[in-house]
């Protein structure tokens, strides 16, 4: 799974844990609720001061955010 398919499915499940809306992850971490919707659906990357705002925003590590399991025949 590549790194943006990774943080899509991160986001989702830290998200959904605290029952945030999109909405209420932008505000949080100061984005745009579109842009944390494009992140979702892996229409972008994120830079490094991104991830640092949406894990401080979800109270994660950002490495957390980037950690995803893979599969033994799923190419990295």
């Known amino acids: 799974m590549d790194s943006r398919r990774i943080l899509a499915v991160n986001l989702k ?7 945030f809306s999109q ?6 971490a100061e984005l745009d ?5 494009a992140l979702e659906r892996s229409r972008y990357s994120a830079s490094l001061d991104v991830l640092d705002k ?23």
């Open 23 to 28: 909405e209420d992850l932008a505000h949080l």
């Open 54 to 76: 949406l894990a401080a925003a979800l109270g994660v590590k950002s490495s957390e955010l980037l950690t995803g399991e893979t599969s033994p025949m799923e190419p990295e």
């Open 33 to 37: 609720r579109t842009y944390i919707s």
């Open 13 to 19: 499940k830290f998200r959904g844990e605290r029952s």
